[in-house]
């Protein structure tokens, strides 16, 4: 299994909204970044996401589940953009801040950390228990 991040402006779609969509889940759909459209390439059924709200409240608040593998995104007739389905697994009992995250040296080399203009990003197994556990799981 290997873990993720995806971020979404809340005032764009938020983890509520991705929670409403339920097992049915919801396309993760308007990347337009080759970066970002490869990891989700890379992705496979059953992958952990972290669902992170930025430009407003910069913090992990879920955890999702990719549900289905990479496919033409629906937005757009071009063919050189992908995405994955993903659905809502559950939230964290806290959220964690971008500054938390910045302010813990055991997460320095994180993507989210390093690159934070990256909308999908790998994430670490340690870097993934590590969240988790300031998140409260």
């Avoid at 669902?51 to 409240?57: A, V």
């Avoid at 813990?104 to 950390?113: G, H, K, N, S, W």
Wanted: with cysteine; glycine share 6%.
């Amino acid at each position: 299994m290997a873990y993720w991040l995806f971020k979404s402006e809340p005032d764009t779609w938020s983890w509520d909204q991705q929670v409403r969509k339920g097992e049915a889940g919801e396309e993760w759909h308007g990347v337009r970044n080759y970066q970002a459209r490869n990891n989700m390439r890379a992705m496979k059924i059953g992958d952990l996401g972290f669902f992170y709200h930025s430009n407003i409240g910069k913090e992990v608040v879920g955890i999702v589940a990719v549900s289905a593998l990479s496919h033409p995104d629906s937005t757009t007739d071009d063919p050189r953009w992908d995405c994955v389905d993903i659905k809502a697994v559950r939230p964290l009992l806290r959220p964690v801040t971008l500054e938390e995250a910045k302010a813990d040296p055991r997460l320095a080399e994180m993507a989210l950390v390093k690159n934070t203009r990256l909308s999908v990003q790998p994430v670490t197994e340690a870097e993934w228990n590590i969240v988790c556990a300031l998140g409260g799981l």
